[in-house]
């Protein structure tokens, strides 16, 4: 089996006053996609706080919500992801079908959810709907304008 090709997409000190859904990723109709690693870290806030992040499986098609983004091949000569991938979309953008993390921090100390190939966070199938797509976000509003950070790495895997 190919290990398939590996993106990695990147949110680089965006401002948010409110809950926010970092990432959505959507699996491209001919492929399987390994959700990897997630990072979200703040760049501006200096106080303790606690929040919360989610990550979700979604029946909700946001392909044209929040800002574009497109993802970087972390292998020289990769094609393009065959899928699409959005972020900082408002929050409640993705319906919430399947909850499959979450997570109370400070927000001092960011969040790093790792998972790997042999064992991913999440995978995602070609089929159309809930099994095709996930999304990553910020349950709570943060009590001030906090600037964040992060990445999501990912593989995908033609069929």
Sequence with gaps: MSTGASYTSVIDGVAATTAIEFFFLSCPTDAVVFLEEVCITQDTI???EQLVLKLWRTATANEAV???NTPAPREIGTS?????TRTMLAAASSAVTT???RE???ILNGWLWKGSFEDPLLVLGPTAGVASRCAIGL??????STTFSGYMKFREISG
Excluded: I, R, V
């Excluded at 393009?80 to 699409?84: E, L, P, Q, R, V």
């Excluded at 349950?139 to 001030?144: G, R, S």
């Design 46 to 48: 200096e106080l303790s």
């Design 104 to 106: 109370g921090q400070n």
């Design 80 to 84: 393009a992801f065959g899928g699409t």
């Design 99 to 101: 909850l499959m993390l």
């Design 66 to 68: 929040g800002t574009a």
């Design 139 to 144: 349950h709570n509003a943060p009590a001030a």
